[in-house]
């Protein structure tokens, strides 16, 4: 199975900044087969990124996705409150489809 | 819009079966896979598994192999998910995600938790 690692688990930060989430896999895959997820408390979770830097339908454009291999990045320009959540990476490359641990990016 | 409802809360107690539902609306439902994936409480997504609502094919992940299966229902675009020999450790929101196995999972149902106790 191809394990991803998110980091950092937990990101504080403040309104208006900017954030960066990695997360790496165990073994390189095409960019075609990541996207991010958002998940707030008691809600599924939200595509917001396929093909490692798509955005979905309705995305905002402070959510940039970019990356290759085995390093993926989804960055946040200008948090939100709203943006405030955790966030997952997945990979469709092979089966199982496996996520990440997610990043919780909490108000500082 | 697309829409995915799934069924309510269930209760079970260890070595039951459960059997949540998973109704598609606003799409072509035959036109794209639908997976299933886990959340047990306070922790992450765990992918289960797919089916295609097409042709009825389906495929697990290793862990749930022989205890689960998936199936649809056509006619009621309705695509279900059946997990048998319940553990505690199945305690978990389930949700419907529509995508296939290589793809991304662009639409989610609204979750149903199992609780498995005694």
């Known amino acids: 199975d191809i394990v991803l690692t998110q980091s950092p688990g937990t990101l504080s930060l403040a309104p208006w900044d900017r954030a960066t989430l990695s997360c790496r896999a165990s073994?390189?895959?095409?960019?075609?087969?990541l996207a991010w997820y958002q998940q707030k408390p008691g809600q599924p979770p939200r595509l917001l990124i396929y093909?490692?830097?798509n955005r979905a339908t309705g995305i905002p454009d402070r959510f940039s996705g970019s990356g290759s291999g085995r390093d993926f990045t989804l960055t946040i320009n200008g948090l939100d409150p709203e943006d405030f959540a955790v966030y997952y990476c997945?990979?469709?490359?092979?089966?199982?489809?496996?996520f990440g641990q997610g990043t919780k990016v909490e108000i500082k | 819009q697309v829409q995915l409802v799934q069924s309510g809360a269930e209760v079970k107690k260890p070595g039951a079966s459960v059997k949540v539902s998973c109704k598609a609306s606003?799409?072509?439902?035959?036109?794209?896979?639908m997976n299933w994936v886990r959340q047990a409480p306070g922790q992450g997504l765990e992918w289960v598994g797919w089916?295609?609502?097409?042709?009825?094919?389906?495929g697990y992940a290793q862990k749930f192999q022989g205890r689960v299966t998936m199936t649809r229902i056509t006619s009621i675009s309705t695509v279900y998910m059946e997990l048998t020999s319940l553990r505690s450790e199945d305690t978990a929101v389930y949700f419907c995600?529509?995508?296939?196995?290589?793809?991304?999972?662009?639409?989610w149902g609204q979750g149903t938790l199992v609780s498995v106790s005694s």
């Open positions: 995600a529509r995508g296939g196995a290589g793809s991304w999972d662009d639409f």
């Open positions: 073994q390189s895959i095409s960019s075609s087969y």
């Open positions: 997945q990979q469709y490359a092979g089966s199982p489809k496996t």
């Open positions: 606003g799409y072509t439902f035959t036109a794209y896979d």
């Open positions: 093909a490692a830097s």
């Open positions: 089916v295609s609502p097409k042709t009825g094919n389906a």
